[in-house]
């Protein structure tokens, strides 16, 4: 199966952190989801001939298992599925902080 590794630098002024949590800045889910599914995206587009757009994809799990501050340093982890998805894991710090699926929509 295809797989490849990116690196993300979380930036230490991230828009999004503002006000989650104040005092305590944790990057928003939908951050995480957004970068995972950016790289998900490049990742298909570089592959064989496709059928269909990525835009017509869904999330069909995905699961935050640890906070991320803002300056850490993220690998995005990206794996084809035996069933034509796309797993993704973020690990930061040793940890795995985000894990989930992309899928084909079905019609």
């Given amino acids: 199966m295809a797989e490849t590794d ?15 949590f104040e005092g ?4 928003p889910g939908v951050v995480l989801l957004d970068q995972a599914w950016r790289r998900a995206q490049a990742f298909w587009a570089d592959g064989a001939e496709k059928e269909g757009q990525f835009s017509d994809w869904e999330i069909t799990q995905a699961k935050f298992l640890s906070p991320v ?39």
């Fill in 6 to 20: 990116f690196l993300w630098f979380v930036p230490p002024n991230l828009p999004a952190c503002e006000g989650h």
């Fill in 69 to 107: 501050k803002p300056g850490e340093v993220l690998k995005i982890q990206l794996e084809a599925s035996d069933k034509g998805g796309i797993r993704f894991k973020i690990h930061g710090g040793g940890r795995c902080v985000a894990s989930g699926l992309f899928s084909p929509t079905q019609p």
């Fill in 24 to 27: 305590n800045p944790v990057v």
